[in-house]
C-alpha cells in the first residue's frame, strides 16, 4: 500500500519552502555574485534594512517550512514503521529541501574558499585577504595566498593582512604571516603599522611578538 500525504500538507510544504528557497537563494547570491562584483558585503544587512517585510516574509516561512518538514517526516517513518511503502518523490523532496536549507549554514568563508581563484585574481583580493586575517580565519588566508596573492597587499587604506590581524589580536594568524615573510614595519594611508595598531587596541601579546620579530614602529 502506497501511503498518501493529505493535499493541504502538500501545499504548506511546497509554499513555505519557496519563501524559504528565495531567502537561500539571496543569502547566497550576496555571497558570491555580489561578492564577486563588489567586494566584501554585510550578508542580510541590505534585506534586513531596505526590505524587511520580504525579510519577515522569509523567516516566517522558513518557521512554518520546518514545522512542515517535521510532519512529513514523521509521517514518513510511521508509514515506513507500519509497512506502507513511501514514494521515491517524497523521499527526494525531503533530502533536497532539507540540502537547499543548509545553505543557509555554509559561512562566509566557506564560499570565499571556494571561489578562491576568482577572488585571488580579482582586484580586490587584498581586501579578502586582509579581512579573512582580522577575523582570524587562518584557511582562508592560506588559500589566498597559495593562490598568488601578496602577503604584504594593501586594501583599500593601505592595510595589510598583517595590521588586519594585529588590530584584532589574531595571534595565530600573526604568527603565520610573519614566518611567511609579512612586513611589520608598513604603514596604511593613516600612518599606523601593526605594532601600532596591537597596542592602540591594546593586545599586548601581539606587540611583544610583533616587536620580537623585526616591528620597530
Do not use: C
Amino acid at each position: 500500500m502506497v501511503s498518501r500525504l493529505p493535499l493541504w500538507l502538500k501545499v504548506w510544504f511546497g509554499v513555505t519552502f519557496a519563501g524559504i528557497s528565495w531567502l537561500v537563494g539571496r543569502l547566497v547570491w550576496e555571497q558570491t555574485i555580489l561578492t564577486w562584483r563588489h567586494g566584501l558585503q554585510m550578508v542580510g544587512f541590505t534585506l534586513v534594512h531596505t526590505e524587511l517585510h520580504l525579510y519577515l516574509g522569509a523567516l516566517l516561512s522558513g518557521l512554518l517550512f520546518a514545522l512542515a518538514y517535521l510532519v512529513v517526516l514523521g509521517i514518513s517513518i510511521v508509514d515506513v514503521a507500519r509497512g506502507r511503502r513511501v514514494a521515491v518523490g517524497r523521499w527526494l523532496a525531503l533530502v533536497l529541501s532539507a540540502a537547499v536549507v543548509s545553505l543557509l549554514f555554509v559561512p562566509y568563508s566557506t564560499w570565499q574558499r571556494l571561489f578562491v581563484t576568482k577572488l585571488a585574481n580579482g582586484p580586490r583580493a587584498a581586501e579578502f585577504l586582509t579581512y579573512a586575517a582580522a577575523v582570524g580565519d587562518l584557511p582562508t588566508v592560506e588559500r589566498f595566498l597559495d593562490h598568488g596573492v601578496s602577503i604584504n597587499a594593501k586594501n583599500r587604506d593601505g592595510s595589510t593582512a598583517l595590521y588586519g590581524a594585529s588590530v584584532e589580536g589574531q595571534m595565530a594568524v600573526i604568527r603565520y604571516l610573519l614566518a611567511h615573510g609579512a612586513d611589520p614595519n608598513i604603514r596604511n594611508t593613516f600612518g599606523s603599522t601593526a605594532l601600532g595598531a596591537a597596542r592602540e587596541m591594546k593586545h599586548p601579546e601581539a606587540a611583544r611578538y610583533l616587536q620580537a620579530h623585526g616591528a620597530h614602529q
